[in-house]
């Protein structure tokens, strides 16, 4: 079994050496399984006091992020683990949250985060809209006090199998914004959102972006002097931080 993305490499489940669509040997990249970099998720969030379960629901998110980078699992990826290790250990993620809802109506609610992992409210966020979707149609459920939800597609397309139409959408720091038109100081975040459609017997169509081109942090990538617009290109690639780079294989 083998996966191919955009950039024309295809990932082996059986850990083999990366190869290109002519079946060229990727140099200096390294092949993860999939299952390894899972359990190895769930080892360093455990660690840092998150419950096993919650660190599976997290492990989950991040995976599925890692398997759909065109550019494979990049020093980027592996920063915002770490930054994320170091605000659970520093108290700016809560990795026990008690989650609740403030507000309940027949098919809307609002729930408490507590200053959860933000993979882990939103997870549970989007299940129970989907539970109260089921019973009336139609659902929204808003978030407070959550932190960075990592891949927004993950939780629309947790609607695909129940085949309905999933959206996802969360504001973002200022830090990493835009001025508006004619400004200089950063208003506006990238704010990205995700809707995930079912195909019927074909595939399903899924759209996960955000509204304004950024780079991480502010750090160009390797040979990167400007930032293009987010709308209109076809692919709008993370700039990679430093040279690590890694396959995921399914």
């Not at 993370?238 to 780079?245: E, F, L, N, Q, Y």
């Amino acid at each position: 079994m083998s996966r191919r993305l955009s950039r024309g490499v295809s990932w082996s489940s059986t850990g083999d050496t990366p190869r290109s669509e002519r079946g060229q040997a990727v140099s200096g990249v390294l092949s993860i399984q999939a299952s390894v970099l899972h359990d190895f998720y769930v080892q360093v969030l455990v660690r840092t006091g998150v419950p096993e379960a919650d660190a599976h629901l997290a492990a989950a998110v991040r995976l599925e992020s890692a398997l759909r980078l065109p550019a494979g699992l990049d020093a980027f990826t592996v920063i915002r683990l770490q930054n994320t290790v170091r605000r659970l250990q520093a108290g700016g993620i809560n990795p026990t949250p008690r989650l609740r809802m403030v507000q309940e109506h027949a098919t809307s609610a609002l729930l408490d985060g507590d200053n959860g992992l933000g993979a882990v409210v939103g997870t549970r966020a989007m299940d129970y809209c989907l539970s109260k979707a089921h019973q009336q149609g139609f659902a929204l459920v808003g978030v407070r006090n959550s932190t960075t939800l990592e891949m927004m597609a993950y939780y629309a397309m947790r609607a695909l199998e129940h085949q309905t139409i999933g959206f996802a959408a969360t504001n973002t720091e200022l830090k990493i914004g835009l001025p508006p038109w004619g400004g200089v100081t950063p208003a506006l975040g990238n704010n990205p959102f995700a809707i995930a459609i079912p195909g019927g017997q074909g595939p399903a169509l899924v759209l996960d972006m955000s509204v304004i081109a950024t780079r991480p942090q502010g750090v160009a990538g390797e040979g990167e002097t400007s930032t293009r617009g987010a709308i209109g290109n076809a692919f709008l690639p993370r700039p990679v931080i430093g040279s690590i780079k890694a396959m995921v294989s399914p």
